[in-house]
């Protein structure tokens, strides 16, 4: 498919999704929030893909959440797609990892869209942010919710309620960044953490991944431990020849040869 305001490519089971609207640092408006929606669909869909990195064009933004322009130029407010902001912070079915590899600004809807992710990056240039009270309006993008629920009450409440943006170093600090690189160093650091990821079976991360957020939601910790056999990507996992593969491949002292089924 050809994008207007995105580059998307899929080589040796990754698939990238760059945010490309650097004159604007990556602001997202309608046509882009729809195109968000189709090029992750195409990652969800793709037994062959294995693991999505999502980044955005150009040194100044990976994104600067919503186009205000376009909306405040609109006869009127568009819908976000089906999996609500830019086609990612409702996919909550998606138990494939997806790294958000964030240089520059990511504030409202981008640092929505980086919570939505399983792993963030950052550059020490970097910076995160939820502003949207500034311009009378509020991160319900799921950003209000999963910055509580990544750093806790009282930290939240802090970024919350000022506005503030907070650099790489302190969303470290935080919890919700995963490592903070300079500059030079940030393409060799994406690629050694997409090559660690890989190692693994992928059917057993999609397991993993969805028994740790559907578990916390179960009521208790023996819930949580009772009933994830019931979860679906848990129940393939345990059926697949992957399962069977990785003993075979350890026991022949061989590298395993994950097929994802």
């Keep these: 498919m050809n994008y207007k305001y995105l580059n998307v490519s899929s080589t040796d089971r990754v698939t990238t999704i760059e945010l490309n609207r ?16 189709l090029a992750f669909d195409g990652f969800a869909a793709d037994d062959e893909q294995f693991l999505c990195l999502v980044r955005g ?9 919503s186009d205000l322009k376009a ?43 980086a919570l939505a992710c399983d792993i963030i990056i950052a550059t020490t240039r970097s910076s995160f942010g939820l502003p949207e009270p500034l311009v009378g309006a509020v991160a ?13 009450l009282k930290q939240a409440m802090g970024m919350v309620l ?24 940030f393409d060799n650091c994406i690629d050694q953490w997409v090559e660690s990821i ?6 057993s991360l999609a397991a993993s991944k969805e028994a740790i957020l559907r578990g916390l939601d179960e009521p208790s910790l023996a819930d949580a431990i009772t009933n994830q056999e019931t979860y679906p990507a ?19 002292k061989r590298t395993p040869n994950w097929q994802g089924k």
């Design 234 to 252: 848990f129940y393939r996992w345990k059926r697949s020849e992957d399962a069977t593969e990785g003993p075979k491949a350890f026991a022949e």
């Design 71 to 113: 909306i405040a130029e609109a006869d009127e407010r568009q819908p976000y797609p089906e999996n609500g902001y830019a086609g990612l912070i409702e996919r909550y079915h998606l138990n494939k990892p997806v790294i958000a590899a964030v240089d520059g600004f990511a504030l409202g809807g981008g640092f929505e869209i």
């Design 140 to 152: 319900l993008g799921g950003g209000v919710h999963r910055l509580s629920r990544q750093i806790g």
């Design 22 to 37: 650097p004159e604007v640092m990556n602001a997202i408006n309608p046509e882009m929030h729809e195109e968000l929606q």
């Design 57 to 65: 064009a150009g040194d100044r933004a990976f994104c600067a959440g």
């Design 198 to 203: 890989l190692r693994c079976a992928p059917l």
């Design 162 to 185: 000022t506005a503030d943006r907070v650099s790489a170093t302190r969303g470290m600090q935080l919890g919700f960044v995963n490592e903070v690189v300079e500059v030079e160093e």
